[in-house]
C-alpha cells in the first residue's frame, strides 16, 4: 500500500465511524477501561477497519493496535522482535473526543528493523494530514514542514502531558505548561513551532512512534530521558523529550525531573 493509500485509509475509516459519533456518543459507547482511561465504539472500530486492511497488504507484518494490545498484552512482544510492523492507534486523544474536543487525531506509523520508515497522522475535525518517509520529509497537506530553531534572545517554551509537572520550571526556564493532551497534536505543535519542547511520562509506541518520524523528518529529535534516541521497540525508563533540535535536546535533557 503507498504512502496516499494508507493515509486515504485513515480518512476513509474516519469519516465512517469517528466522525458520526463526533459529539453524538450516546449512552454505552463510553467504557472506561481503568480510571481516567477512556474507549469508545469508535476507537474499537478504527482499529479493526485499519488493521484489517494492514495485515491484507502486509501479512507478514506485526499490527500493534492500542486496543489489542488492551486484550492481548502479549503482542507487544511480538512488535519488539518484529522485522516489519505497524502501530495503530486509532483515536488518539480520546478523552478530547468524549469531551468534544477538535483535538484528537488516527494514527499510523511503519517499522522496518529499527526505524520507524514511514508515519501517518489524519486530523478529521480540522481536516490537517500528516506524513512522515524516512529521508523523504514531513508534510502537512503536501506542504513541506521544517521546525525553525528557537530564538536565540527567546527562552524555550516547554509542554508536558504530565500533570504533576504542569507549573514547574526546569532550570531558569518558563513553567511547563500543559499539552493539547493528544500526541497526535501535540508533535504537529512542536513542529510547526507552537512549543520548543515537550516532556512525556508515557512511552506506548502507538503515541509516539508516529510523531518521531514526523519531527526527525522536520529537523526537530525525540529522544529518552538517558539521551538516547528514540526507539518505538523499546519501553525507555524516564520518559521522553522532544525538542525543536538536537542541541536543545542536550540542553533541556540534564534538567528534566
Known sequence: MDTDGVLALLQEVAEEVI???????????????????????????????????????????????????????????EFAAAEHAFTVDPIDGTKNFVNGSTDHGVMVAEIRGPDVVRSWIWQPQHELAYVAERGAGAFRNGERLARSPVADDQPPRGVTSHRKWIGTSLGELPPLELTWVCCAVDYPMLVQGATDYIVYKGRQPWDHAPGSLLLTEAGAYLGDFDGQPYDARTRPAGGLLGAADEELFDRIRPLLP
Open 19 to 77: 466522525n458520526p459519533r463526533f459529539r453524538a456518543l450516546r449512552e454505552g459507547q463510553v467504557i472506561e477501561k481503568k480510571p481516567g482511561d477512556l474507549v469508545t465504539v469508535a476507537d474499537r472500530e478504527a482499529e479493526l477497519l485499519i488493521t484489517a486492511r494492514l495485515r491484507e497488504a502486509y501479512p507478514d507484518a506485526v499490527v500493534l493496535g492500542e486496543e489489542h494490545y488492551e486484550a492481548s498484552p502479549r503482542v507487544l512482544e
